[in-house]
């Protein structure tokens, strides 16, 4: 009782410091239990407050709470409730087996195309990227305080941006019905985005970047997050700036419906991701590809070791089809190579997508072992980018989101 209002005061004190324009980790929300997934089958209940020590110590985990709550984890045998005895542990676990069951959503698998359909149109509207205007746009998103999904500045961030892919998708607003939608979740303000331009059929193929930045060490402080993910972010405006430019010239028309999303909370567990893609699979959506776009600006870790300039091609936790298609797009459209290279159990929002039976991509700046080491920290700024690289992934971004939202994958008739 008594640890329980010192640290209630601590975290009330520290919430309240002038440093940021802070609302959330009050005392009541550190201590907070949440649910969080740590690998396939490994699930934890800790607190608010102790998920930010777990990330410093580099483990990986998804905040679930909001898809299963903390007394369906007990009655479904995930996690043992406390003081129960084995017994009562075996019955929960035996009457929970068959629901675990239904709760692994198997992954979908298609046939991606083996040769690609719009070379001269990719290559055409890679040849218009326009490095100032990402740069614009970066040190526009960077200037935010921090961009942490409790803060105000956080949910002023997502303002931002949802102004930004309203002028971005104005081209095309009038001939096509382009659907800009903001999701509110359940116990933050900053708000996750979906631009969606319609095909001939419903299905989607997905871009994605997640929004939100992070301190590690104190959630209050100045947290720029230029990389993470500010560059992912800025990378998918630019593409989506040059598919709506094809659309509104004739040049192109999706056949699959097309959207770029631009999640909330990733740093808090995934948890914007997490609530997009529940809510697609609890709807029927069909998504027929996802592909993050998580850290795409920083090279001098490869550089400075000798290491050729690369793209980091996430094999672990990733779809096989989907990223021998990647494969393809970036040896076509891409002036450097691929590295494959591992990153753990759901390090990005491509996870969200996967654990909803959704096939998911994600390609990151460089091997894990030569990307950003200043991320999470006041020291993830824009100067450490590196511009040239961000277009490299504007490359793949167009390419995969062209060729696959302009082919009829399934073979449907129209
Ligand atoms: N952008 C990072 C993931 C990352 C970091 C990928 C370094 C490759 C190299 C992401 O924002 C992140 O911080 N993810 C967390 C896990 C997440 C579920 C909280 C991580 O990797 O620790
Ligand atoms: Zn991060």
Not at 234 to 244: D, F, P
């Amino acid at each position: 009782m008594k640890v329980f209002s010192v640290l209630t005061i601590c975290c009330t004190i520290v919430a309240a410091s002038p440093l940021g324009n802070w609302a959330a980790l009050s005392g009541n929300d550190a201590l907070e239990l949440r649910l969080i997934k740590l690998g396939p089958q490994e699930y934890s209940i800790i607190s608010e407050l102790e998920k930010v020590s777990l990330r410093r110590r580099g483990k990986k985990f998804m905040d679930v709470t909001n898809q299963i709550s903390i007394e369906e984890a007990y009655t479904l045998g995930l996690v043992s409730r406390p003081q129960t005895s084995l017994w009562k542990q075996m019955l929960f676990s035996a009457s929970g087996a068959k629901q675990i069951e239904m709760m692994n959503k198997p992954v979908k698998e298609y046939k991606y195309p083996k040769k690609l359909s719009y070379k001269s149109l990719v290559q055409d509207l890679n040849d218009q990227i326009d490095k100032d205007s990402i740069y614009e746009n970066l040190s526009q998103f960077t200037s935010f305080y921090t961009r942490y999904y409790k803060s105000k500045s956080g949910a002023e961030s997502s303002d931002w941006l949802y102004e930004k892919v309203n002028h971005l998708t104005k081209p095309i607003s009038k001939d096509y019905e382009v659907n800009i939608t903001r999701v509110h979740h359940k116990g933050w303000d900053q708000t996750s985005l979906i631009v969606s331009i319609p095909g001939n059929v419903t299905d989607k193929v997905v871009v994605g970047a997640h929004q939100d930045s992070i301190h590690l060490l104190l959630p209050q402080l100045r947290a720029p997050g230029a990389d993470d993910d500010g560059s992912g972010t800025v990378t998918t405006l630019e593409a989506l700036r040059l598919v709506v430019q094809a659309i509104s010239t004739g040049q192109f028309s999706p056949y699959n419906t097309l959207e770029f999303h631009y999640y909330s909370a990733e740093e808090g567990g995934l948890l914007g991701s997490a609530d997009v893609f529940a809510r697609y699979y609890d709807s029927g959506a069909v998504v027929l590809s996802m592909l993050q776009q998580d850290m795409t600006g920083y090279s001098t870790g490869s550089k400075n070791q000798g290491i050729e300039e690369h793209l980091g091609l996430i094999t672990d936790y990733t779809n096989v089809g989907l990223n021998g298609f990647l494969k393809l797009v970036i040896d076509t459209y891409n002036d450097i190579p691929y590295h494959e290279t591992e990153c753990g159990y759901a390090c990005s929002d491509h996870a969200s997508a996967l654990e909803n039976g959704y096939p998911s991509a994600f390609i990151i700046e460089s091997e894990f072992k030569f990307s950003n080491q200043f991320i999470h920290s006041s020291m993830d700024t824009i100067e450490k980018i590196d511009f040239d690289h961000v277009a490299e992934h504007v490359k793949l971004t167009v390419g995969y989101a062209i060729e696959l939202s302009g082919t009829n994958i399934l073979n449907k008739s129209n």
